[in-house]
């Protein structure tokens, strides 16, 4: 994703790259990558332009960004995890680190947009040291996270399993909005030769989502609708009127 895929230091690589680890994501309490992106630069949220009808839902992780002045829709810039095109929303429960390729070198792969691309690491089974943590969190709006990371070596230097679960329910200060997910990813890793390494990881995840728009979408023009007796309107194929644009027919006088 950075316009390479072969194995090279980032000192070498002649593109600007900001890697967040482990141990940063866990100082920002980050839940999720876009969370932790906005603490790097060229990186900011943006809350779309209602005087142009055009504000944005937030999809994806939940917040729309923008990398170096540009915006994606998508509720956040291209994303790659493990160097494959990802188009689902990620948690850091199961990720190693996230790097972000600020700028379009990703594109000489055709894996990211102009403004940059995201790539997230998963956890894989390791050989050298068994490890069980478990986190737990809450808030003032009565969320609730309880997250495991479970790795054990089954075979000395030869096979070795991981196990990643994750049970969110998310709230926010807005009266029944949040995020309730259940995520549990596998990983084994294997070393049938010395020399060849295999590793395998697999996620299955549900996410409810009640998410409002990042703007009013019941404003004055709503009210003024309602209070003419809810007209329909005839809209012109090619441009966007409104009924005070247009007159509007009542189908019930037709």
């Known amino acids: 994703t950075s316009g390479t895929r072969l194995r090279t230091s980032l000192r070498d690589l002649a593109a600007p790259l900001t890697v967040l680890t482990p141990a940063f994501l866990e100082d920002l309490a980050a839940t999720s990558p876009v969370e932790a992106l906005v603490f790097t630069p060229s990186v900011d949220t943006v809350e779309g332009d209602p005087t142009r009808h055009n504000g944005f839902l937030r999809f994806g992780d939940g917040q729309p960004m923008s990398v170096r002045g540009f915006v994606n829709n998508e509720g956040a810039v291209a994303a790659a995890s493990d160097y494959f095109r990802s188009f689902v929303s990620s948690d850091t429960y199961n990720l190693e680190r996230i790097t972000l390729s600020r700028g379009p070198n990703s594109l000489l792969f055709g894996v990211g947009t102009a403004d940059g691309v995201t790539e997230s690491t998963t956890k894989r089974a390791r050989f050298d040291r068994p490890i069980t943590q478990f986190q737990y969190r809450y808030d003032t709006w009565t969320s609730h996270r ?66 409002v728009p990042l703007t009013w979408a019941y404003d004055n023009g709503a009210m003024q609708w309602i209070a003419k007796g809810r007209p329909t309107v005839d809209f012109a194929p090619t441009a966007a009127v409104t009924a005070a644009q247009k007159s509007a027919f009542d189908p019930r006088n037709a």
């Not at 075979?155 to 196990?163: E, G, P, Q, T, W």
């Not at 590793?199 to 995840?205: F, H, L, P």
């Open 146 to 211: 309880a997250a495991l990371d479970h790795n054990r070596a089954l075979i000395k230097d030869r096979l070795a399993l991981r196990l990643n679960a994750l049970s969110d329910r998310k709230r926010e200060f807005r009266d029944f909005e949040g995020v309730n997910q259940r995520r549990l990813t596998l990983g084994v890793t294997a070393r049938p030769f010395d020399g060849t390494r295999i590793s395998v990881n697999r996620e299955d995840y549900r996410v409810d989502r009640n998410i």
